[in-house]
């Protein structure tokens, strides 16, 4: 079996993985641009790709079994340019730290925590309640948009709803109440 890392953003992911790969295959790292005649070919003699783009500009593999992306996305994946036996499956697993990291973003839109903290070490206490000009921007009460409804935006629409905040889904297929959403609509 041959298992391809295709690109700096699989190849950081081999390392740990070999020690997994059962002997006798075949673990092999290429950069992101087949540059050479010899890497366009490790890629065509492919079992295996781990990346993240597919196209018609790749090589072939009529072997190609399975191509894994390293992450949730898989939009550079033109899946109709894979051979038809190809499965094509992606990872899950880091939708907490993306949720949580919308939330940060979030709130240093809303609350000027940079600014406050800068401020704060030079004991400059503007931020101290009393006055309308130090009042800021809250989230509750506002709505978020979320475009989709997989594993990272469901760990969103969780976080938010904590923060108060209506959750209104745009998605494929319908949405239940129950997660937490407060209005869904179809992507027309």
């Known amino acids: ?12 992911f081999e390392p740990s993985f ?15 641009t087949l540059a050479t005649a010899a890497d366009r070919e490790s890629f065509a003699a492919a079992d295996v790709v781990v990346g993240i783009r597919y196209d018609d500009t790749f090589p072939k593999s009529e072997r190609l079994a399975l191509f894994h992306v390293p992450g949730a996305g898989y939009d550079q994946v033109d899946l109709a340019a894979l051979p038809p036996q190809t499965v094509v499956c992606n990872c899950f697993g880091h939708e907490p ?24 070490r030079e004991k400059d206490w503007k931020y101290w309640a009393g006055a309308t000009d130090r009042v800021h921007d809250e989230m509750s009460g506002k709505t978020i948009g979320l475009l989709g409804f997989g594993h990272i935006a469901q760990a969103i629409a969780a976080r ?3 923060f108060d905040l209506r959750v209104h889904v745009a998605n494929r297929s319908p949405v239940a109440p129950s997660k937490g959403v407060d209005a869904w609509f179809g992507l027309d």
Not at 2 to 11: P, Q, S
Not at 18 to 32: E, G, K, M, R
């Open 97 to 120: 730290a993306i949720a949580e990291y919308v939330m940060a973003a979030l709130l240093a839109r809303h609350v000027p925590l940079a600014d406050a903290d800068a401020r704060l």
């Open 1 to 12: 079996m041959r298992i391809v890392f295709h690109g700096d953003n699989a190849a950081s």
């Open 18 to 32: 070999a020690a997994l790969a059962p002997p006798q295959a075949q673990v092999i790292v290429l950069p992101d």
């Open 160 to 162: 938010a709803k904590a």
